[in-house]
């Protein structure tokens, strides 16, 4: 199916993808891991052990009764050495479990692949496998598999637009477990009740693209068929991706199950398929390990709470001191303050850059161009939310519909005079929130 | 390398990673896209004309560094929209003109017109039209004696505009350089309208390159055209209504005025409707100081006229679009 005539509107940030070629590597078990406790946008799981404990690969080790909220299990075998609180890359405290490995890897005993029977035992198994969703959100799988209006939902689309610069974490998933992409979307399929799943890939992919049409076709599935995306940016959000697909306007605070779709990240859907087969829980995660301050930039596998050192150490080292390590792709990543963080499970990439790549921003005065406003895909004025920002306006702010933005950078990333206006768009929306204007 | 840790990081709000094309990159193509005129200008006009557009430029840089330096701003002449503003000042004069008197419409379009206001960003008004219109009035003599074109067959050393000898007949007969003369740019007027073609280049280029938007020349040149047409439809004449129209947006300012000064980011609307209007207006002024003023030329007044009306068009556009995409939600 080719795209939609009409687009929204979009930037040519780069690509960057210089680890694409990299086949996946597994990062041998480092000495400690230190899993957060939280790994969802949820509510965080409280630590099921105490140290002393001994703890073997994919044991429960946190969990609450919270209803927005993704158990988390442990990574390794070994023994839990402490629970740690710790600043988090959002500011706030995290509570982390810290696990000795003893490299065994031995298994908990009873994992074994999840009986599936009906609609409730699909939803508990998506929960108990730890799921979140791993193209960067973190909203909790299990929920977002279990719509209020699940019999209004006729398309599920896999994501597999990577459109971040630098990350190849999805596209390798996409060549080496594509067989489980392809069993996941069809047990997520069944128990959804979609009749049409597409694979939304980007064009600068065909490789991707190529591999699933074939191995589609020599299956026989008829149901799924692949999309092909402009490679531009921000194609892989989830509300321009619903738009590029089916036509549809998903607006902010609409739940794409109203429109009858569900999107779920390729990554996602790779581990359940994995996961059906096994019954093994989101211990370990692939992602890119790139940028100038890295020494041998590849793509790994490496078990949830690594710290980022001892992934760079795998990764040769760093090149030089890094001045900027994020977590995610430069668009929407987060700059992280310290090497000594552990990754989590939707960590996709890690980027580290020297003082010449890592760009300090310095702000000069706006010309009023407009390229925030051609660069939004939803049309909106960010240079009108910085001005109506800079006078606490909260209901101008409202009015040119700030709520709209989901911060995907696009207007900061063209904007000439180097203007933060995505995090202007941010702290706008929080202006708005408070002040409570419906 | 072992036990060695990084937890100073630099922290920053995404995005991390930004264009290439900052203020100074996007003066630099704006700048790029006048090197037809100039090229065109010199090969009519001669010599003269690099030395005014010099004398311009550094008038205007000269001025937006000192105005920086006596009032301890940090420096901004980087940023190179003083050059702009001083070549396209230059484009608006005879290329006779006194270089003292250019050098006090490069203060008036720097200092009063923009740093006054708060530098570049702030100002209301193009500070290049600005500084035109107040040569103009001030030295009206100097800035509508034109030199001859190097193509002209006379021994005279100043010529007419095309629109100034449509002024000078009001309505009775006149004999006018042809639509073709008019578009490669052999005929007297300022440096840097004299060639439609030129302009046209530079103008594609922007467009091409995305630092302007088609909607403001477009409109302002189409609404030009369709206004002459009817007009001289109407009340006939010598030459036909389509000749006429073709006449008027080749002449004098209309196409240095719409694709560059029109087009200013400051000073023109950022919603797309914004800009369709603002166009029209320009057209429609233009066309009506031309017809019906003792002004044989109207392009900088209703740029300028339009400048002050670009808040409150730019105000009505997102109300437009922003008010009628929340009725839709609900």
Known sequence: ?438 | MENQYYDNLTVSSSPHLVTGLDTRKTMMMVLIALIPSFLVSIYVFGFRVIILTIVCVVASVFFEWGYNKLMKKPQTIGDLSACVTGTILAFNLPSSFPYWMAIIGCFVAIVVVKMLYGGLGRNIANPAIVGRIVLLLSFTTQMTTWPVTRLAATDATTGATPLGLLQAAKGGSVTLPSNMEMFLGFIGGSMGEVSALAILIGGAFLIWKKIISPIIPLTFIGTVFVFAFIYYSIVGGDYSAMHMAIFHICAGGVMLGAFFCATDYVTSPIMPLGKVIFGIGCGVVTMVIRLWCSFPEGVSFAILFMNVLCPLIDNFAIKKFYGGAKKNEK
């Open chain 1, 1 to 438: 199916m080719s795209s939609n005539a009409k687009h929204l509107h979009s930037i040519d940030a780069g690509h960057y993808k210089n680890t694409a070629g990299c086949e996946t590597e597994v990062m041998p078990i480092p000495d400690i891991v230190k899993i957060s406790m939280s790994q969802n946008i949820g509510a965080p799981c409280k630590p099921l052990v105490k140290k002393g404990d001994e703890v073997k690969v994919g044991q429960l080790i946190g969990d609450t009764d919270a209803f927005v909220s993704v158990p988390v299990h442990s990574s390794v075998s070994g023994t839990v050495t402490g629970i740690e609180t710790q600043r988090s890359a959002m500011g706030g405290n995290d509570t982390l479990v810290v696990i000795e490995a003893d490299k065994k890897q031995e298994l908990a005993e009873g994992i074994k692949a999840p009986e599936i029977t009906d609609q409730p035992s699909f939803v508990k198994a998506v929960r108990d496998s730890g799921l979140v969703g791993l193209g960067g959100a973190s909203f909790p799988t299990h929920i977002k598999f279990n719509p209020k209006n699940i019999d209004d939902v006729h398309t599920f689309i896999v994501n597999g637009a990577e459109c971040e610069p630098f990350i190849t974490s999805d596209h390798r998933t996409m060549l080496e477990d594509a067989q489980q992409v392809i069993d996941g979307a069809q047990m997520i399929m069944k128990y959804l009740g979609t009749e049409q799943g597409y694979i939304a890939i980007e064009e600068n992919k065909p490789d991707a693209i190529a591999n699933f049409d074939k191995m589609l076709a020599e299956q026989g599935i008829s149901n799924i068929k692949t999309f092909k995306l402009q490679a531009r940016y921000p194609k892989g959000a989830e509300r321009v991706l619903i738009y590029e697909i089916t036509g549809k306007h998903c607006d902010a605070g609409v739940l794409p199950a109203d429109l009858g779709v569900i999107v779920s990240n390729v990554t996602s859907v790779a581990f359940f398929g994995q996961y059906l087969k096994d019954g093994v829980p989101l211990t370990k995660k692939r992602m890119t390990v790139d940028g100038d301050a890295v020494n041998t930039p590849k793509n790994i596998i490496a078990p949830i709470g690594t710290q980022i050192h001892d992934i760079m150490e795998f990764c040769g080292g760093y090149k030089s001191a890094p001045t900027k390590i994020l977590m995610g792709g430069p668009m929407m990543g987060r700059a992280i303050f310290s090497d000594k963080m552990p990754i989590v499970k939707n960590n996709n990439a890690l980027l580290a850059f020297s003082k010449s790549q890592a760009f300090i921003p310095e702000e000069t005065a706006c010309i009023h161009c407009g390229r925030c406003h051609v660069a939004c895909p939803f049309d909106l004025l960010p240079t009108g939310f910085a001005d109506a920002y800079e006078q606490r306006d909260a209901q101008r702010l409202s009015d040119l519909q700030v709520m709209q933005c989901m911060e995907c950078g696009s207007c900061s990333f063209v904007c000439p005079a180097r203007r933060p206006l995505s995090f202007m768009n941010k702290l706008g929306k929080g202006l708005v929130k408070e002040a409570g204007i419906k």
